[in-house]
């Protein structure tokens, strides 16, 4: 048996061993990981949880720094002038900053910080696309013990608002460094729906109500470096994801926790040897295709890198087609791979194979992340844009997560077309049946976790009935996810289906499994499932609801009201179901799954006569859903 | 070589002559033995009549030298029939001398009948009947006393009434209540447990049932009780029952009946008898009883047959599962039976009265007395009534002989045979059972019953080893868990729907014959693969999960050609195993494109439309088919529904109802053809082809009558099929229609199958049969040698699944016989 300090082994026999070993000894597998990090005050206890409560807890008494680890511990060797950043503009130029040059810059922006008051254990909002600055205000922050909020770019002003209220923010930064105009115009529209926090505009315009990025740092003073140590469960950030609507829900992620395994999972995704980490060695670059505010972009699109002393290499979006874009990046990093979206992937296959590249470099690993990697993109990809489809790697990762949980990788062994992979070390994922029951190989059921991990969630910021209502009451004592997976025998796990309905209401999104959650914390339902389906005015929602036992009697109106309420306080008004249909059951397979598709076909009137529901345990469940009225 | 062919040869010849020779001097001796031994046997009875202990104890030793000479010499006939007259005569003697107290310890063994004999313990076994209760009392182990106590007359019939009978004859005995320390008493019908004895407790009388069992039976519990709690002193007696009339130890095998639903019970009432006589024996044999592998036969009013093995009963025949008895009928003959229900001959009371009380000798001679039947037939009985009671006493003595030879003839060699019980009694019925049972295992007749010795063996034995008294409770529980542990086993599934035996050729003719040949077909191959075009379709999925239903029993294989996702989505709610093997992806988003590449590549065998269009799918075949060749010029595509009609005995097929709109007189003929090669997958000989128009004449003003005449005569000269139009549709599938229009074709009523004029028709009369009169229809389009299943919407999921096993019948069909046509050139 290999020892935990070296690379997970890269044949399926050994890894699925070498992992089998590391969920058995999971506290001794991260005390060994660890070791990666420089801690100010060394941890007393590697974990301690329960979910019943929920609680998790990682490395305590631990203190540490993280943006010491991603620098300052660089700065003596020769790592120092490696390229940090490597950025292509717009116009298709490359800006270059090495480690010490993105450490100045750190600590001007973190002067300039201090002197507006800010303090640790306040909250600074992130409105950033994917540059330089964008890195150099997360290590800032990380630096201060400031927590971090990064926000996708493609969020629209108003959802970014709430979040900056609902999370108590001190300060936002806006905009883009290339001076895109609708960057300022954001910040334009943001300043007038913000009153209290500083609004710092990165972009080129000067709106009122905001100081400029320079203004901001002209205002450095003098002090010395202040750099807190923090302790391990410190939120390094809050990553906000899921429903575009209602009360933004926003992940905590933990320091110690977020930094070990975004270290340690880079190295098993990049396949980092011993000897591409030489300093003489041309340094591996990773190229961050995806939204940095995401879970994928920041453990292992920023965070991974810096922490190994890789470069990170990051483009503007626009201009460029696409092919371009690549054959610029490949023709400058000859090793260089990329994290990215199936649909980015998609893309970009689709732009080569009209303009094929005109360099012969392609990238080491391509990582897909935040969608469903098809055998056919698979194959597409690993043919146009790396050396073959086993470099085309996929990654299960989500906002709660923190750091990828399953993925395959670039080795013929570990890597199947359209798998979703095998568990990383440490982490053990299981496939459960709406009963709570494990499932045999080859069966579908929720995925679910029945231990932490070092990057998960510690809660939803400011929401902690939300936390518990979402991830740990479908099944007891488990974190469960939306996804539902199947194992195969050779212990590979394959994506099937999402659990929830992504569903528009009035343009903006949201997951069914939200409501749902709502709706089952209710004491008086003992059962609920919501789905989307469309209506002649757009997509609404029904919910299905069985009722507690005790609460047969009880007059459905009030019941009826009582729901909505609860979830117009949660989430709000638009969240609530038009429709609610009781029934003494819901109707199930024969492994007791809800026939969500069925469910439907109930609320959209399409369900027919001759249904073929030799699938369904309980067909009777279809009689008794008497008909709501149409809300 | 051939020296040592001649010398084998030789050695064998020798061999043969040197056991004539022995055989010869070992007849001589059986004829012998078999005279000397009854003599010698008849001696040893006449000396022991009003012999005392001593006569006693010398005869049974002699006897004992005898025995412990014939047991290494088992097997020959004369042997054993000396051994088992000689076990029969010592049992005898051991029971009627010195308060059987040699035969209690036989069945205590040596150790503790001294024990017991020391401490002299008095006991009572109390055996309650119909109007009186049999008391035994036991000293020692000595049976001291016994009597029968009748019932007081005019009072009710109560414990408290019995017992102050059994008072009374205790005070005649000069038995002091204070000295009676153990009582025990028939069981009555209890809970299944195992045999052994058991402390009784208030729940057994709970559990008493008044179904089964002697009159009597309810009262032995309470009466026993009765009596414990005034005898013994402070503590009061110790009361058991031993190996309760409930006892069952039957083999899961045996528990099994040819119904599903009825199952058998070892439950026999003799249980105290079976293991009596065989802990009897095999002490006379000087074998461990669970050594001894024994077939006991109790034969009284009712009657059981016990098959002895590793010391437990594992097998059992009583007279409601085999034997008949004086009044019970034993099994009788279900169809004989069934067919008198049906006409009224009997009804369910009368059959509930002979199987439980009026069957048997009853039933047949009017009496449940054999005594009287052979006093009848000495005396009185005229010479076909004599000849009639020899008839009836070779029927019981046969039932009972081949009852206890079917119990010997299985789970290795047996022993002994024993019979106990009244039969005994009856010399010419017992004369005529050993004659059937002429040859085996050394047969002992042990006289009449045994019970009240077996249990005061039982009581004495709890009496002394308190630790061998078993928990009622405990171990009834214990038993019904494994019962029910058995009957889980036995509940298990194999099949959901009957597969039923077709021997092959046989045509099909219905829906689900058409599933299991295409099951049979698959058996032993292969199943082929069948491609899912278009696998992102609810409809086509759930039909091909039913198609492999829990993976049980396999027809095909699924390459499900699509959209992962949305296949993977659906597959997750239908709970289908995407395993790799009976259920594959293939991802793609050109599904017809990549179905066709999989037919190419061998990888598919059979496509199945999913969700894609029709014409998409069938452009693309055709293309594939014409550029492989395996299209030959003419030759069309084309559907065609097998329909299973609720009023017909045979399938119906019609065409073509969903490709060809309006086929001219060319296509219409290659049509025919194809449909054809779909009736010889169905094994149909020579198909009956009915070509449809409204009218049976030519009629210059129907297009189609003209048309359906020269289709027709395309086919004149071929011997394969019979083609014959215009014909309406009621004259071609109806014979009485056909018959009243005096309609004078060949066809008359018995069309295999429908040439429809057009696609309108055909489509009309497909959905109007499915619709309106429900029937099954499997749809298939025929491409060359290559079937595609073509389910719609509207199908019934029956419907679907019979589809696919038409597909699969079809591809199974050609491609074995293109396998012969290429090994036969």
């Not at chain 1, 990165?202 to 302790?231: F, H, I, M």
């Not at chain 1, 399953?406 to 798998?419: D, F, K, S, V, W």
């Not at chain 1, 914390?521 to 009722?547: N, Q, T």
């Not at chain 2, 379709?537 to 949305?566: C, H, M, P, T």
Request: charged residues 25%; neutral net charge; contains cysteine.
């Amino acid at each position: 048996m290999k020892s935990f300090k070296e690379k997970p082994p890269s044949t399926l026999r050994d890894y699925i061993r070498f992992q089998r070993q590391s969920v058995l000894e999971r506290e001794k597998y991260w005390r060994v990981q660890a070791d990666r990090l420089d801690w100010i005050d060394a941890f007393k206890t590697v974990v301690s949880d329960d979910f019943r409560m929920p609680r998790v807890e990682w490395y305590s008494e631990g203190r540490l720094n993280a943006c010491q680890n991603a620098l300052d511990r660089h700065l003596g060797d020769q790592v120092a002038k490696r390229s940090a950043i490597e950025f292509l503009d717009d116009d298709g130029k490359f800006t270059t900053l090495s480690y010490s040059e993105l450490h100045a810059r750190v600590l001007r922006l973190s002067g300039a910080l201090v002197s507006r008051g800010m303090e640790a254990g306040m909250r600074i909002v992130l409105y950033l696309p994917n540059i330089p600055d964008a890195v150099v205000f997360m290590l800032a922050a990380a630096r201060l013990g400031l927590t971090y909020v990064p926000v996708p770019a493609r969020y629209p002003e108003d959802l970014v608002a709430r979040i900056v209220t609902q999370c108590g923010a001190s300060l936002v930064a806006v905009g883009g460094s290339s001076g895109r105009a609708d960057y300022d115009q954001r910040v334009v529209e943001l300043s007038g729906k913000l009153d209290g926090p500083i609004l710092v505009s990165l972009g080129q315009s000067n709106p009122p109500g905001a100081v400029t990025y320079a203004e901001l740092l002209k205002g450095a003073g003098k002090e010395q470096d202040r750099t807190v140590a923090v302790g391990s469960e410190h939120p390094l950030c809050i990553l906000y994801a899921g429903s575009t609507t209602g009360i933004p829900r926003g992940s905590v992620m933990a320091t110690a926790g977020f930094m070990v395994q975004a270290a340690t999972t880079h190295e098993i995704l990049f396949e980092k040897t011993a000897e591409s980490t030489e300093p003489k060695m041309q340094s591996l670059c990773h190229y961050c295709a995806v939204d940095m505010a995401s879970a994928a972009g920041q453990s292992h699109g920023v965070w991974g890198p810096l922490l190994a002393g890789d470069t990170l290499v990051l483009a503007a979006t626009r201009r460029l087609s696409q092919a371009r874009r690549l054959d610029r990046l490949l023709g400058k990093f000859p090793k260089l791979t990329v994290l990215t979206t199936p649909d980015r992937l998609a893309e970009w296959t689709a732009d080569v194979e009209k303009r094929p590249l005109k360099t012969k470099n392609r990238f080491e690993i391509v990582a897909s992340c935040g969608g469903v990697l098809t055998p056919r993109l698979y194959t597409a990809a690993g043919h146009s844009l790396a050396r073959g489809q086993e470099k085309v790697i996929n990654l299960w990762i989500q906002s709660e997560s923190g750091a990828t949980l399953i993925c395959t990788r670039a080795h013929a062994g570990l890597n199947r077309g359209g798998a979703l992979g095998v568990p990383v070390p440490g982490v053990d994922p299981l496939v459960y049946t709406d009963a709570g029951d494990e499932c045999s190989p080859n069966f579908g059921g929720h995925l679910a976790f029945r231990a932490s991990w070092p990057a998960m969630l510690r809660g939803v910021w400011g929401q902690p009935e939300r936390y518990k209502e979402m991830y740990f009451v479908k099944i007891p004592k488990a974190f469960t996810t939306p996804d539902a997976v199947r194992r195969d025998s050779e212990g590979f796990f394959w994506f099937m289906s999402r659990r929830e309905d992504i569903v528009k209401i009035r343009g903006l999104s949201l997951c069914t499994s939200e409501v749902e959650a709502v709706l089952q914390a209710h004491p008086k339902v003992g059962e609920a499932a919501v789905v989307g389906v469309s209506s002649p005015e757009g997509e609404m929602l029904a919910a299905f609801i069985v009722l507690a036992a005790s609460e047969e009697k009880v007059g459905r109106e009030t019941i009826e009201e009582e729901l909505a309420e609860a979830v117009e306080k949660r989430i709000g008004d638009f969240a609530v179901p038009r429709r609610i249909y009781f029934a003494g059951e819901l109707p199930r397979t024969s492994t007791g799954k809800t026939a969500r598709r069925l469910l439907r076909r109930v609320a959209s009137g399409q369900l027919s006569g001759d249904e073929d529901l030799g699938h369904i345990a309980n067909p009777q469940a279809l009689d008794g859903f008497f008909s709501p009225d149409v809300g | 070589m051939w020296g040592d062919l001649v010398g084998a040869r030789n050695d064998v010849i020798e061999a043969i002559s040197e056991i004539a020779k022995s055989r010869a001097s070992l007849l001589a001796f059986s004829g012998q033995l078999a005279s000397a031994g009854d003599a010698w046997l008849q001696e040893v009875v006449d000396r022991t009549a009003g012999a005392d202990n001593f006569g006693v104890t010398s005869a049974l030793s002699e006897l004992t030298a005898v025995v412990n000479a014939l047991t290494p010499q088992v097997g020959r006939q004369e042997i054993n029939r000396l051994l088992g007259r000689a076990l029969g005569l010592g049992v005898k003697i051991e029971r009627q001398a010195d308060g059987a107290s040699r035969l209690l310890g036989r069945l205590l063994g040596a150790r503790l009948a001294d024990q017991a004999r020391e401490a002299g313990v008095n006991l009572l076994v109390l055996n309650p009947g119909q109007s009186s209760t049999r008391v035994c009392w036991i000293a020692g182990t000595q049976i001291r006393n016994r009597d029968r106590v009748a019932n007081q007359p005019g009072l009710p019939d109560t414990a408290e009434m019995r017992a102050s009978g059994v008072f009374k004859l205790m005070q005649r005995w000069g038995l002091d209540r204070s000295a009676v320390a153990g009582v025990t008493t028939r069981s009555g019908y209890l809970k299944p447990v195992p045999p052994g004895s058991y402390r009784v407790v208030p729940q057994m009388a709970a559990d008493l049932t008044g179904t089964r069992g002697r009159p009597g039976d309810e009262l032995s519990i309470p009466l026993a009780l009765t009596v414990a709690e005034a005898c013994g002193g402070d503590s009061g007696a110790l009361v058991v029952v031993s190996d309760p009339l409930s006892s069952d130890e039957l083999d899961i095998t045996e528990r099994l009946t040819g119904i599903a639903g009825i199952r058998r019970t070892g439950q026999a009432a003799h249980f105290l008898n079976h293991k009596a006589a065989w802990r009897l024996i095999a002490s006379w044999l000087k074998q461990e009883p669970k050594n001894l592998d024994a077939v006991t036969a109790h034969l009284g009013s009712a009657g059981s047959i016990a098959r002895h093995r590793d010391g437990r009963i594992q097998n059992l025949i009583d007279t409601f599962s085999g034997i008949p008895s004086p009044n019970h009928c034993g099994t009788i003959p279900v169809a004989p039976l069934l067919s008198a229900l049906m006409s009224n001959d009997l009804n369910v009371k009368e059959l509930q009265e002979t199987v439980y009380s009026r069957g048997g000798l009853l039933s047949l001679a009017g009496t449940d007395d054999f005594r009287a039947l052979i006093g009848f037939r000495r005396h009185g009985a005229n010479r076909l009534q004599r000849e009639k009671v020899d008839i009836l006493l070779d029927f019981f003595a046969h039932r009972i002989a081949i009852a206890i030879a079917e119990l010997a003839s299985v789970g290795g060699p047996v022993g002994v045979i024993t019979i106990s019980g009244g039969l005994t009694q009856l010399e010419e019925l017992a004369g005529l059972v050993e004659a059937s049972l002429a040859i085996g295992p050394p047969l002992v007749w042990m006289g009449g019953s045994l019970a009240d010795e077996a249990m005061a063996a039982g009581l004495v034995q709890s009496f002394h080893r308190p630790e061998t008294i078993k928990d009622y409770v405990a171990e009834r529980d214990a038993l019904a868990k494994r019962r029910l542990q058995e009957d889980e086993l036995l509940d298990v599934i194999i099949f959901e729907r009957p597969l039923l035996y077709k021997k092959p050729g046989e045509p099909v003719t219905s829906a689900v014959e058409l599933v299991d040949a295409a099951r049979i077909a698959v058996h032993g191959r292969t199943p082929p693969v069948i491609g899912m075009v278009g696998a992102d379709n609810e409809e086509a999925l759930l039909a091909a999960k039913r198609a492999n239903k829990e993976g049980r029993y396999k027809i095909a294989k699924f390459q499900l050609v699509g959209d992962s996702v949305a296949i993977n989505e659906m597959a997750y709610e239908f709970d289908l195993m995407i395993d790799d093997d009976n259920y594959s992806i293939v991802d793609t988003d050109t599904p017809v494109t990549e179905a066709i590449r999989q037919l190419e590549a061998g990888r598919a065998d059979i496509l199945m439309k999913g969700n894609v269009k029709t014409e998409e799918l069938l452009h693309g075949v055709f293309r594939y088919l014409k550029k492989s060749g395996q299209l030959q010029p003419g030759q069309l595509l084309s559907h065609v529904v097998v329909m299973d009609l609720p009023r017909m005995s045979k399938l119906l097929m019609i065409t073509d109802a969903a490709v060809n709109p309006y086929p001219d007189e060319a296509k219409k003929v290659q049509i025919i053809e194809n449909a054809l090669r779909v009736a010889r997958c169905l094994d149909i000989l020579r198909p009956q082809v009915a070509v449809i128009s409204a009218i049976e004449a030519v009629n210059v003003g129907i297009e189609s009558s003209i048309e359906a005449e020269r289709i027709a005569s395309h086919f004149e000269d071929r011997d394969d099929c019979v083609v014959e139009g215009p014909l309406s549709f009621d004259v071609a599938v109806d014979p009485a229609i056909a018959e009243e229009k005096h309609y004078q074709g060949r066809i008359r009523g018995t069309a295999d199958i429908l040439i429809m004029p057009d696609i309108d028709a055909a489509n009309v009369l497909y959905k109007t049969l499915t619709v309106e009169s429900g029937a099954t229809a499997a749809g298939v389009i025929l491409c060359g040698d290559l079937p595609i299943v073509l389910t719609s919407r509207g199908d019934s999921p029956d419907s679907k699944l019979v589809s696919i096993a038409l597909a699969v019948k079809i591809f199974i069909d050609m491609h074995e016989k293109g396998k012969k046509k290429t090994t036969q050139t």
